[in-house]
């Protein structure tokens, strides 16, 4: 039974033994609330990375450029990326959380003021956008699932239509994926047999077809940078005609 002290209950007590109730548990490092929101794990790993951000400030002026870049990679993007796949689908209000670390991240390695617009720093360090980084995670879970470079606990929730079709439609020669139905789109669309399958069928064939994971990986990531940064994709394509 519910210990009714409070107005929300904080323990069960069953058979004499009283068990704490939690607001999120964590999970391999992955901090998962009852309501699946995610906002405890991005709230904690937002700050997670503005500490380590902290500390590298004061050793900002004691070592070289590149050294320093070096060490933000190493330190925080790890940190930022970890399991990053089940951020797929959150509002943008928490995704510009995770935005923040990166804005912040490339001032300090280019020694700007929070002033400065951000964009071109992202560019010049080529780091993606958060949504775009959780996108291509995603994306390369999904390819690894299809060619059989993860374990079937994962593989077996992506199928093809190719697969699941027994008659001979059209769609049976696309890469198309089929995408599971869900009760819950503010959860269900989140979720990884979901989520992936429709981001890869909003890819093209040539970033579908890749033979090999460094050639998607490369051209997903050129996708995702022409939509991180259209103006500045379509004025060097311009500049490439010229």
């Avoid at 400065?116 to 560019?123: A, D, G, I, K, R």
């Avoid at 079937?152 to 699941?164: F, G, K, M, P």
């Avoid at 500045?232 to 500049?239: M, W």
Wanted: with cysteine.
């Amino acid at each position: 039974m519910f210990d009714h002290s409070s107005a929300e209950p904080s323990a069960i007590c069953c058979c004499s033994h009283r068990r704490e109730l939690r607001a999120a548990l964590d999970n391999l490092g992955v901090l998962i609330d009852s309501n699946v929101t995610m906002r405890s794990h991005v709230s904690r790993t937002v700050s997670g990375c503005f500490a380590v951000l902290r500390q590298l400030r004061s050793i900002r002026r004691s070592v070289s450029d590149s050294v320093f870049h070096s060490l933000v990679v190493s330190l925080v993007m790890p940190c930022l990326d970890y399991c990053n796949a089940t951020l797929a689908g959150l509002p943008a209000s928490q995704l510009s959380q995770l935005q923040s670390v990166l804005n912040a991240a490339s001032r300090l390695i280019h020694r700007s003021s929070r002033y400065e617009h951000v964009t071109p720093m992202l560019l010049d360090l080529h780091w993606l956008r958060s949504p775009e980084r959780i996108d291509f995670k995603l994306a390369v879970l999904t390819y690894r699932c299809l060619h059989g470079l993860l374990p079937r606990y994962l593989s077996d929730y992506i199928q093809s239509i190719a697969v699941s079709n027994r008659r001979c439609l059209r769609s049976s020669s696309s890469s198309q994926l089929v995408i599971r139905r869900t009760r819950l789109s503010t959860v269900g669309d989140r979720a990884f047999p979901v989520a992936g399958c429709s981001l890869w069928n909003s890819l093209s064939p040539d970033i579908t077809s890749a033979s090999t994971l460094s050639v998607f990986r490369n051209r997903f990531r050129t996708h995702l940078f022409s939509q991180a940064f259209p103006s500045c994709f379509s004025v060097s394509s311009s500049a490439h005609r010229v």
